[in-house]
């Protein structure tokens, strides 16, 4: 599988982005999708799931604010983040799990405060 992310850059805080990932893969079908991100020495933590059927799972830190959401058809996820914190500035992954993780290369969102 591979990941294809985009949709990082800085925006200040309080400011919305979208970050969108397209899978491309040999299976006949994509499952989990999600987003991770990882601050600098620190561990890679999740940020939402979803799952082929829609259920989504969010971190607590993003819940009420980050929204994901996937087109099964096109192989893509997106997620919308609102409301951004200067704590939101990271490295987002995008991820899917097929027979073992997998993962893009990372997208930065910067939020200025």
């Known amino acids: 599988v591979q990941l294809q992310a985009s949709g990082g850059g800085l925006v200040q805080t309080g400011g919305s982005l979208r970050l969108s990932c397209a899978a491309s893969?040999?299976?006949?079908?994509?499952?989990?999708m999600g987003w991770y991100r990882q601050a600098l020495g620190k561990q890679r933590e999740l940020v939402a799931t979803?799952?082929?059927?829609?259920?989504?799972n969010y971190a607590d830190s993003v819940k009420g604010r980050f929204s994901i959401s996937r087109d099964n058809a096109k192989n893509t996820v997106s997620l919308q983040m609102d409301n951004l914190k200067p704590e939101d500035t990271v490295v987002y992954y995008c991820?899917?799990?097929?027979?073992?993780?997998?993962w893009g290369r990372g997208t930065l969102v910067t939020v200025s405060s």
């Open positions: 893969s040999t299976f006949n079908s994509i499952g989990i």
């Open positions: 979803i799952s082929s059927g829609g259920t989504t």
């Open positions: 991820w899917t799990y097929n027979s073992g993780p997998y």
